[in-house]
DNA sequence: TCATTAAATTGTT
DNA sequence: AACAATTTAATGA
């Protein structure tokens, strides 16, 4: 089996469909590459692909015309985005960035639309899907405008753990203090602070590049007010 | 396999 | 934003 179907297999939403949608699936999807900081989708423009990352991290987030820039969520290795914008058949309201060199999964529109119309165990994981990422957002309006630097920094961290979401981070997330920074939208300087923190209080330990949770918990529920 | 160098990451100011 | 210290990756003997 070629890596591409490989993969495909084992993503989070093919879990319990039959082979052949399986591989209707596996037909419609393409590969692309991206560097460190180059965009996949912008804004108001049109993307006729579901996105999956194969290997990487991606920001999606949007930002305001005084410039202020503003965090949705991010997306690591093993999770999709973009059904929204399949399902509504209209363009992006985000810009999607790769945060560092990232391997992207393209499925098309019309493979989207035929798992959409023919698969009850498609319909069964985008509805989890969007019910997961509905609580996010709601907990991202809380995360922003209300809570400081480090309790930002946590619930970033934490929900790289909802299996439905980040469906391959296991116990340790290989992420760098910068590109923690980056999602959570504070500076290296104060990712950096807000890690040792969490680390002084038990919740998480780090070592380079690499994040383990040791109290989800805790970190899920942080609060530095 | 080991040594040297370059690049990335981190802690601090 | 800039600095030094440290770790990892890459290169070639």
């Known amino acids: 089996m070629d890596p591409q179907s490989q993969f495909v297999k084992g993503a989070i939403w093919a879990r319990g469909l039959p082979p052949d949608e399986l591989e209707k699936a596996a037909r419609g999807i393409s590969e692309r590459v991206f560097a460190k900081g180059a965009q996949i ?68 529109r019309a493979t989207f639309m035929w798992l959409y119309d023919h698969s009850q165990e498609f ?9 997961e990422r509905v609580g996010q957002f709601i907990a991202t309006i809380e995360n922003d405008r209300i809570l400081g630097p480090r309790a930002r920094v ?6 790289f753990f909802n299996p439905v979401l980040y469906p391959q981070v296991a116990a340790e ?41 040791l109290d989800h918990g805790r970190l899920r529920a942080y609060d530095d007010t």
């Open 41 to 108: 989708c912008r804004r108001g423009e049109r993307l006729d692909y579901w996105t999956g990352i194969v290997e990487g991290l991606v920001k999606i987030g949007a930002v305001s015309r005084d410039g202020k820039a503003m965090t949705f969520a991010g997306a690591a290795s093993g999770s999709w985005f973009g059904e929204g914008s399949m399902l509504k058949d209209e363009p992006r309201q985000y810009d999607a960035v790769a945060i560092r060199a990232s391997r992207i999964a393209l499925m098309s």
């Open 123 to 131: 319909n069964r994981f985008l509805v989890r899907h969007l019910n």
């Open 154 to 159: 946590a619930r970033h961290l934490s929900w």
């Open 173 to 213: 997330l290989a992420i760098s203090q910068e590109e923690l920074g980056l999602l959570a939208g504070v500076s290296r300087t104060l990712a950096n602070r807000a890690l040792q923190e969490l680390a002084a209080e038990g919740i998480i330990a780090f070592e380079r590049s690499a994040i383990r949770v």
